[in-house]
């Protein structure tokens, strides 16, 4: 499944060429992809196992958001995580701290994003604090000026919110502007 939804967040334009990245939960294992790997041609080389405490031996080949999706996991009962840059979810985070889709599919799947802000945006500890009650809340989260954390019990279901964000994010930027 990663393989596919790697795929698909680029061709969605979810992420850029080396951006982004996913990880699924097996009781105390991660597997996460691995620091700068390109999503849409993974390899099996690209998923590194580790665990979910610091320390464990694939720790320095995983995403730098590790310390993100530990802490989502630890947190939440989520068993995937997809974190993509999603555009105009990203410019309508810079002024708003939610997301309010106006479209049907995005109100019903949604309903509300909230935006939080860290001055560290990219596998910070200040970001494994924010995500996670965030997610508690909501189906996905944007980091401001950053990108989304989406959290299911698959990484379809991340990829659905992901998506579905990315649609109703620009949805509600034409509206606004018409």
């Known amino acids: 499944m990663f393989k596919q939804v790697g795929r698909e967040l680029f061709l969605a334009g979810l ?4 951006g982004g990245n996913m ?6 294992r991660i597997f996460i992809t691995r620091r700068g ?11 590194v196992e580790t665990g979910l405490e610091e320390g464990d031996t694939g720790d320095g080949l995983a995403s730098r958001e590790l310390v993100v999706h530990r802490a989502i996991y630890r947190l939440t009962p989520s068993l995937a995580v997809v974190h993509a840059h999603p555009r105009y979810s990203i410019v309508l985070s810079l002024s708003r701290d939610e997301i309010l889709p106006v479209d049907s599919e995005g109100s019903y799947l949604l309903e ?8 560290q945006t990219i596998g910070s500890a200040e970001v494994a604090r924010l995500v996670p009650p965030a997610l508690k809340l909501s189906k996905i989260v944007m980091l401001r000026g950053h990108g989304s954390f989406a959290a299911g019990q698959s990484l379809e279901d991340a990829y659905q919110w992901t998506s579905s964000l990315e649609a109703s994010s620009q949805i509600l930027y034409l509206a606004e502007r018409s």
């Open 112 to 119: 509300r994003v909230p935006v939080v802000t860290a001055q």
């Open 23 to 28: 990880s699924v939960r097996a009781g105390d």
């Open 37 to 47: 790997s390109m999503l849409a041609n993974l390899e099996d080389k690209d998923i």
């Open 15 to 18: 992420i850029t060429s080396h």
